[in-house]
């Protein structure tokens, strides 16, 4: 089986099964499934950060130092990241 | 239990699937062998972010490669059809033998076991506090239960919640409540042991009195409900992905997967995927205690064959550790039929229709004896009363034959023919007899 990533918070947990990195709402209790947030392996790496508290900059300069990225571009790629995962329920 | 004990057969030490020459495919050889290194617990760190390249993986890999491309695709597509695509997801992730939009097709299809496990998973929860605070006691069965012995829980495929109240008067009080909160009782009810709901989103739950359907043995019958009846006190709260549920202790959890199989396999049988509950399960840390509970669960119910076939198959094929087998292991070359049999079988014998029963021997008295059975499960309130049974025998056979041709579209004697190639596997099993196997 693949390495399990598993991250634990008190409310989301990241997931990794069938190539796909899945956060899922652990507090959920209602009849219909929350849908977990598929991501891919760029998202994780921005997820992980985000759930230790980084902020929009930490995650631009970590994103330009693992994936070379222009600090343009990452900073861009860093707050659609934020964007979504807001736009998704997600809260941080 | 150490690899000295006396029950290992030593024939069975170290079996390559490459002698099955003369019964497997080199499909199902080909399967097995990927099976086999998946279900190989080990432990990996969580910054492991690929699959772990042992020589067992490599050799497994090489096995697939050296097929031409439409047997590769018959290895996944067998794969898919006892229910264990997902753990073979790596291998099909990166195989280029096939056509891609098969490819893509069954990664989709992986994904959606994924998806589908954290739905069970979360309306398990959701279930179990709405009938916990009522008051009921309950315990997960089954799906989410057995998939907590894997690495990966969400990769086991799972279609259903199965959910055991032992407590009569809780039971119709659990499926008063649930119907009330939308889940819609199925129009057709298949079993007598459980009755099955479905959530507005179609998603089946069974709501279990029993175990399983009675057997066509009193004996055995009667000392289930016993075990029943005392797993009340054997419930423990296991998490599952970090989702608290309550679960059988590991002896009765065990046994209850030992009867799902039996019930099954006397009927149209079953696939890979509950041989992989039974080696994932065993691989987990059981105590000397906990391995005789079982045994005398076992041993009181006259199904030590059973558990010991299961168990072989385990061993020989699916590469359980022979220090964690809790039962001794039976010849290969039985052994090798048997698993002909499960992987004919597919899951849950989906695979042909005209797989429907099987019978504890080939005698014209066992034909008789199934027979009969099959009409008290047909008819479980009138086939108390003995002066109705010619008029329920009639009954039972003629709705045999209708169905066999209206619906099944296959002949009775298929039917019977089948049953008795099965049957024969069984005689040697010994199920609910007195003694050793």
Not at chain 1, 51 to 78: K, P
Not at chain 2, 356 to 373: K, N, S
Request: hydrophobic letters at 40%.
């Amino acid at each position: 089986m693949r390495a399990q990533e598993k991250t634990k918070t008190a409310r989301y947990q990241l997931r990794y099964a069938a190539g796909i990195y899945w956060v899922l709402d652990m507090w959920q209790s209602g009849k219909t499934l929350v849908r977990p947030v598929p991501l891919n392996e760029c998202g994780a790496f921005l997820f992980r950060l985000l759930q230790e508290g980084a902020s929009a900059e930490q995650m631009t300069s970590a994103l330009c130092e693992e994936y070379g990225l222009q600090e343009a571009d990452a900073r861009e790629d860093a707050l659609a990241f934020c964007g979504q995962m807001r736009a998704a329920g997600i809260k941080l | 239990m150490s690899g000295k004990e006396p029950w290992i057969e030593t024939g069975i030490i170290g079996m390559d699937m490459h002698m099955n020459t003369t019964i497997m495919t080199k499909e199902e050889v080909c399967l097995l062998a990927l099976l086999k290194e998946k279900l190989t617990i080990r432990v990996v760190s969580a910054e492991e972010a690929v699959a772990p390249q042992t020589d067992a993986r490599k050799a497994a890999v090489q096995k697939l490669r050296e097929l031409s491309p439409s047997s590769q695709e018959a290895v996944f597509a067998m794969a898919k059809q006892h229910a264990v695509l997902s753990f073979l997801y790596d291998e099909l992730a990166e195989n280029e033998a096939l056509q891609p939009p098969i490819r893509e097709q069954w990664i989709k299809s992986c994904r959606q076991t994924v998806l589908q496990s954290y739905r069970l998973l979360f309306l398990t929860k959701y279930i179990l506090q709405l009938l916990e605070n009522a008051g009921i006691s309950v315990v997960v069965l089954k799906g989410a239960s057995a998939a907590a012995s894997y690495p990966q829980p969400e990769l086991r495929k799972s279609g259903d919640i199965d959910l055991f109240v032992p407590d009569t008067q809780d039971w119709k009080r659990a499926c008063a409540l649930l119907e009330k909160e939308g889940f819609a009782k199925a129009e057709e009810q298949h079993a007598n042991h459980h009755m099955v709901l479905q959530s507005q989103e179609g998603i089946e739950v069974e709501v279990h009195s029993a175990f399983s359907e009675p057997f066509d043995n009193v004996k055995m019958n009667q000392y289930m409900e016993k075990v029943m009846t005392m797993s009340v006190q054997h419930v423990v709260r296991r998490e599952i992905m970090d989702v608290p549920l309550p679960v059988l202790e590991r002896p009765y959890h065990a046994y209850q997967l030992l009867l799902h199989m039996l019930q099954h396999f006397l009927r149209s049988g079953f696939g890979l995927k509950l041989l992989c509950d039974w080696v994932v399960l065993w691989q987990e840390n059981w105590t000397e205690e906990e391995r005789e509970t079982l045994r005398q669960l076992v041993k009181n119910s006259r199904i030590e064959g059973f558990a010991e076939m299961i168990t072989s198959l385990c061993v020989v094929c699916l590469g359980l550790p022979l220090e964690c087998a809790p039962f001794p292991t039976r010849s290969v070359r039985e052994t090798e039929h048997f698993m002909k049999e499960i992987l004919e079988a597919e899951e849950f014998g989906k695979s042909g229709i005209s797989r429907m029963v099987v019978m504890r021997g080939t005698g014209l008295t066992d034909y008789i004896r199934e027979f009969h059975h099959q009409m008290r499960l047909t008819y479980p309130k009138a086939g108390r009363c003995a002066l109705l049974w010619p008029v329920l025998w009639c009954m039972t056979f003629v709705g045999f034959v209708y169905r066999n041709r209206t619906l099944r579209k296959v002949s009775t004697k298929e039917i019977i023919k089948k049953a008795k190639r099965r049957s024969e596997l069984v005689e040697g099993l010994r199920l609910f007899k007195k003694g050793d196997s």
